[in-house]
């Protein structure tokens, strides 16, 4: 939460954009040939880099949002970010074919691949358009340079702005969010592997996902101005809903928790492929609609300063996906559901009651944002 606002004042977006994603050019080069030491070190690199990446993609989208855009633009920035997990799972699908193992040689592949993508990437935030000041463009200005406690002044309006009841309500659905990037990252992936026995189909299983969450960033983009961010948010809680008693009743419970080569329960019915996959798809719906609201929400309610509140969203989300991590090898997936629904509904009540008090929530720009 402090390093991305401080990186953001001292160096800009752009700058801030590039340097947070060099770790994650480096984790992936890490896993060409993984060592113990490099893949937790660039791990740590990498949770570091992705506060900061996150936090500057906010700023950019409610920099450049003017008017009631915001949703709109944030659901095509959801909807090209995820269009990774689409071409790269594409990738690995026709890559792996039929095989139910992965060898090095073709780890070796997946990951040149996989790196090469990334440094492109990497380098591509350079090109974009300077849209913020940061200390070295403030003699050409003419602005008077960055002092000690103006450093300081982010990491303040983020602590005031964490702290206020508008905050606390937020925090329900930035807390599913954490629960629900662990789900579709993780858990979801192992459960596949765990039923299906051909590797290619982890690659499906993202594919269906990372259609779900590019349709869901332009679908809720644009019923957002339509039926309000906190219709998005109920309709995404329906499809959210839906899924967790879908994988209920067709994932045996201890598919994420096996040690064996597959799951030993009978799941109420029959496991089916195309169930799942369709599965894939409502979970890209129901997370990408939660998403997009939260960003769009915040870029709005703190339009002037908008730094501090996507640091403070990124830390939360992030302390409660690893909170989830540590649970979701031991604990039993109808448990693990249950926790979702749970915070599910609970974002979604309290999402809805801040929205609906929205001259209280414009408050806060002018409580947090100090002079």
Not at 43 to 58: D, E, F, H, M, Q
Not at 68 to 78: R, V
Not at 173 to 187: E, H, R
Not at 251 to 259: E, G, K, L, S, V
């Amino acid at each position: 939460m402090i390093l991305p606002t401080i990186m953001l004042l001292l160096s800009g977006c752009k700058i801030s954009l590039f340097l947070s994603a060099l770790p994650y050019t480096g984790f992936i080069f890490s896993m060409y040939e993984p060592y113990l030491w490099s893949v937790y070190t660039l791990s740590a690199l990498l949770g570091a880099g992705g506060g900061v990446i996150w936090t500057a993609n906010g700023e950019v989208i409610a920099k450049n949002s003017p008017g009631d855009t915001k949703a709109k633009n944030t659901g095509i920035f959801w909807s090209w970010f995820n269009s990774s997990m689409l071409m790269g799972n594409i990738f690995l699908f026709f890559y792996l074919g039929d095989a139910e193992t992965i060898g090095d040689k073709q780890r070796h592949v997946i990951y040149l691949v996989l790196g090469v993508l990334c440094t492109l990437g990497t380098f591509s935030f350079l090109l974009l358009r300077p849209n913020d000041l940061s200390l070295t463009e403030n003699d050409e200005a003419g602005i008077v340079p960055v002092q000690a406690e103006s450093i300081i002044q982010p990491i303040k309006d983020a602590i005031k702005f964490g702290t206020t009841w508008q905050m606390r309500f937020l925090y329900c659905a930035i807390m599913f969010t954490g629960f629900s990037l662990n789900f579709w990252s993780s858990v979801f992936i192992t459960v596949i592997g765990n039923v299906f026995p051909k590797r290619s189909y982890l690659a499906l299983g993202g594919i269906c996902t990372g259609v779900g969450e590019i349709s869901a960033g332009f679908i809720w983009g644009r019923l957002s101005n339509k039926i309000g961010r906190h219709g998005v948010v109920m309709c995404s809680t329906v499809i959210n809903c839906v899924l967790y008693y879908l994988a209920f009743i067709s994932f045996p419970f201890d598919a994420a928790t096996t040690t064996a080569k597959v799951a030993q329960d009978n799941p109420i019915i029959a496991s089916s492929l195309p169930l799942t996959l369709a599965m894939g798809v409502l979970l890209g719906l129901g997370d990408g609609g939660f998403n997009v609201s939260i960003y769009a929400a915040l870029g709005t309610v703190f339009e002037a300063n908008p730094a501090p509140a996507f640091a403070v969203f990124k830390f939360v989300q992030s302390m409660v996906g690893a909170g989830a991590f540590l649970y979701c090898g031991h604990l039993l997936l109808p448990y693990q559901l249950g926790i979702l629904a749970l915070s599910c509904l609970a974002g979604c009540v309290c999402f809805t009651l801040l929205e609906r008090t929205p001259a209280q929530v414009l408050v806060v720009v002018e409580e947090t944002h100090i002079d």
